[in-house]
């Protein structure tokens, strides 16, 4: 298996090569920034090209949300380049600003206001009003299955519900690129479906988006490509399946540590790779049928399943998702 620092910063670069440059959303290079004498961002390349859907995923501190903030010239860059929309960031922030949405990572919806309040007073910097405006709002409302507390003050909604308005308060201008700093979190299972659902119709209208998550299934199904950063730096860069046929064994057979103790007790069955996970044992293995008939031997109860991003998540950074 290749080293997968060395790779990475090509396959990130990778669609720079392919595409045309002005069909690039999103073009960093050498991205840096420095917190107290340390890396939070350590030298980032990334060509995100139109029409993508690009997940950010890494450990908590890996630098993810400094990255998107670079992005949007909240945060000063120290070293770098970054290129959004085929425009200079700091140079042309106010241009680039009118034409993305952003669903940030701690909400900034006014407490003070109520929910159609906050729709307004954001509209307002975009200069939208009369029927358009009106219609924009009822549209937010009803996709953020809104409509019923449109009078309700912030404070009043659950964290679900804050979380779909400030997506329908990303999309009031009818943004090309859309970036989402873990815009799921917190969300039930129903909520993470219907958004979902908005996020695949916008891919599917052309829009570009970029999303964190520390959900690795929820960037396996919704993401064209990838990037896992780690301490500031991208360590593999790949559409889901292209990572995972890359960084892991097809299969994982898991066991509990019970189980696993009396099977590792054995050395001569010992299989090629192991990993040790809260209370269970992973195997990693590309011949799950003779894993298993050993397992079954010994009379040890197991289960196995295809590898998943997860799978490679923890390859690559050795942690866990939430450390
Ligand atoms: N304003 C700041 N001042 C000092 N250090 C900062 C600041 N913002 C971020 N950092 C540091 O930079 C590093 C990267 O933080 P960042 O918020 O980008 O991580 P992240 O990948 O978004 O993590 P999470 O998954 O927890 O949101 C961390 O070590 C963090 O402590
Ligand atoms: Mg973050």
Same mark, same amino acid.
């Given at each position: 298996?290749?080293?997968?620092?060395?790779?990475?910063?090509?396959?990130?670069?990778?669609?720079?090569?392919?595409?045309?440059?002005?069909?690039?959303?999103?073009?960093?290079?050498?991205?840096?920034?420095?917190?107290?004498?340390?890396?939070?961002?350590?030298?980032?390349? *990334?060509? /995100?090209?139109?029409?993508?859907?690009? #997940? $950010?995923?890494?450990?908590?501190?890996?630098?993810?949300?400094?990255? !998107? +903030?670079?992005?949007?010239?909240?945060?000063?860059?120290?070293?770098?380049?970054?290129?959004?929309?085929?425009?200079?960031?700091?140079?042309?922030?106010?241009?680039?600003?009118?034409?993305?949405?952003?669903?940030?990572?701690?909400?900034?919806?006014?407490?003070?206001?109520?929910?159609?309040?906050?729709?307004?007073?954001?509209?307002?910097?975009?200069?939208?009003?009369?029927?358009?405006?009106?219609?924009?709002?009822?549209?937010?409302?009803?996709?953020?299955?809104?409509?019923?507390?449109?009078?309700?003050?912030?404070?009043?909604?659950?964290?679900?519900?804050?979380?779909?308005?400030?997506?329908?308060?990303?999309?009031?201008?009818?943004?090309? *690129?859309? /970036?989402?700093?873990?815009?799921?979190? #917190? $969300?039930?299972?129903?909520?993470?479906?219907?958004?979902?659902?908005? !996020? +695949?119709?916008?891919?599917?209208?052309?829009?570009?988006?970029?999303?964190?998550?520390?959900?690795?299934?929820?960037?396996?199904?919704?993401?064209?490509?990838?990037?896992?950063?780690?301490?500031?730096?991208?360590?593999?860069?790949?559409?889901?399946?292209?990572?995972?046929?890359?960084?892991?064994?097809?299969?994982?057979?898991?066991?509990?540590?019970?189980?696993?103790?009396?099977?590792?007790?054995?050395?001569?069955?010992?299989?090629?790779?192991?990993?040790?996970?809260?209370?269970?044992?992973?195997?990693?293995?590309?011949?799950?049928?003779?894993?298993?008939?050993?397992?079954?031997?010994?009379?040890?109860?197991?289960?196995?399943?295809?590898?998943?991003?997860?799978?490679?998540?923890?390859?690559?950074?050795?942690?866990?998702?939430?450390?």
């Amino acid at each position: 298996m290749t080293p997968p620092r060395a790779d990475a910063s090509l396959d990130a670069q990778g669609a720079r090569d392919t595409a045309d440059p002005a069909r690039l959303a999103i073009d960093i290079r050498n991205l840096r920034k420095v917190y107290n004498g340390t890396s939070a961002v350590d030298g980032i390349d *990334l060509a /995100i090209p139109s029409g993508e859907f690009f #997940g $950010l995923l890494g450990p908590n501190g890996a630098g993810k949300t400094t990255t !998107l +903030r670079m992005l949007l010239g909240l945060t000063p860059i120290d070293a770098g380049s970054v290129r959004v929309l085929g425009m200079s960031i700091p140079e042309q922030e106010r241009e680039i600003r009118a034409r993305l949405g952003v669903v940030p990572q701690f909400d900034t919806l006014d407490p003070d206001f109520t929910v159609e309040e906050n729709l307004l007073t954001y509209a307002s910097y975009f200069g939208l009003s009369g029927p358009v405006l009106a219609q924009r709002i009822e549209d937010l409302l009803g996709l953020a299955n809104l409509e019923a507390r449109r009078r309700s003050r912030i404070n009043t909604l659950s964290g679900g519900m804050k979380r779909r308005l400030t997506l329908a308060r990303a999309l009031i201008n009818q943004p090309e *690129l859309v /970036i989402l700093d873990e815009p799921t979190t #917190g $969300l039930d299972p129903q909520a993470r479906h219907h958004l979902w659902r908005q !996020l +695949r119709r916008l891919r599917e209208r052309g829009v570009t988006l970029v999303l964190t998550t520390h959900y690795m299934e929820e960037a396996e199904e919704l993401c064209d490509r990838i990037a896992i950063i780690d301490s500031g730096r991208i360590i593999a860069c790949d559409s889901p399946r292209a990572l995972i046929a890359a960084h892991v064994e097809p299969w994982v057979i898991s066991l509990n540590a019970d189980a696993a103790r009396r099977f590792i007790a054995d050395p001569s069955m010992l299989p090629a790779r192991m990993l040790e996970i809260a209370d269970s044992w992973l195997i990693y293995t590309a011949d799950p049928a003779a894993v298993r008939a050993e397992l079954d031997t010994a009379g040890l109860p197991h289960s196995t399943r295809a590898a998943n991003l997860e799978d490679v998540f923890l390859r690559l950074t050795g942690h866990d998702l939430r450390d």
